[in-house]
């Protein structure tokens, strides 16, 4: 993702993946508008298994971030460099992530590190986020300048991302 010179992300176009039309998107939680380039959990209680297996996707995403930011300071807060730095920061540390979590798996992953659901789908909030939230900016400001009003098309765009996580393609064990 590049800035331009006024300081705009230009993000990718939608690319079309296995018959889906999906856009680059940004990932946020229920503080967030819908917006089509926010991916946001569907609301509530009574999910239909898509929209489970959709929130669960998108959380596995979120929770990627989350151990990014839990175990390395630099993620809570905007990264101040060149792109090529911040893409060569971010390649190392998911490739120390990875390391650390084929051979550390039980002490830098432990059971209740990353948000999960229980028997009835209530999101339980992961330990990487008290972690995280000692050290975060609030949202809390972000909130007040968006308005939680969606479009046709940012619906549509979460009804794509649905079906694909729920496909053979997009689906995840």
């Known amino acids: 993702m590049l800035l331009s010179e006024n300081g705009v ?3 990718p176009t939608s690319s079309l993946i296995n018959g889906y039309m999906l856009p680059h998107e940004f990932t946020g939680d229920d503080i967030f508008p819908l917006k ?3 991916i946001k959990p569907f609301p509530g209680k009574g999910l239909t298994e898509k929209q489970a297996v959709y929130n669960y996707s998108r959380r596995t995403i979120e929770n990627t971030f ?3 930011a839990a175990r390395w300071r630099i993620f809570r807060r905007p990264i101040r460099a060149e792109v090529t730095t911040v893409d060569h920061i971010v390649q190392a540390t998911i490739c120390l992530y990875n390391y650390l979590a084929l051979t550390h798996n039980t002490r830098y992953i432990p059971h209740g590190f990353v948000d999960s659901e229980d028997k009835s789908r209530n999101l339980v909030s992961g330990e990487c986020r ?3 939230h000692s050290d975060e900016i609030s949202l809390q400001e972000l ?3 968006c308005s939680n009003t969606y479009s046709f098309t940012a ?3 979460r009804e794509n991302f ?3 996580f729920n496909s053979k393609e ?3 064990p």
């Open 9 to 11: 992300f230009q993000i």
């Open 36 to 38: 089509s380039w926010l």
């Open 66 to 68: 989350g151990i990014l």
């Open 130 to 132: 008290q972690i995280i």
């Open 143 to 145: 909130r007040r300048i």
């Open 155 to 157: 619906k549509s765009v």
């Open 162 to 164: 649905c079906e694909y």
């Open 170 to 172: 997009g689906s995840q």
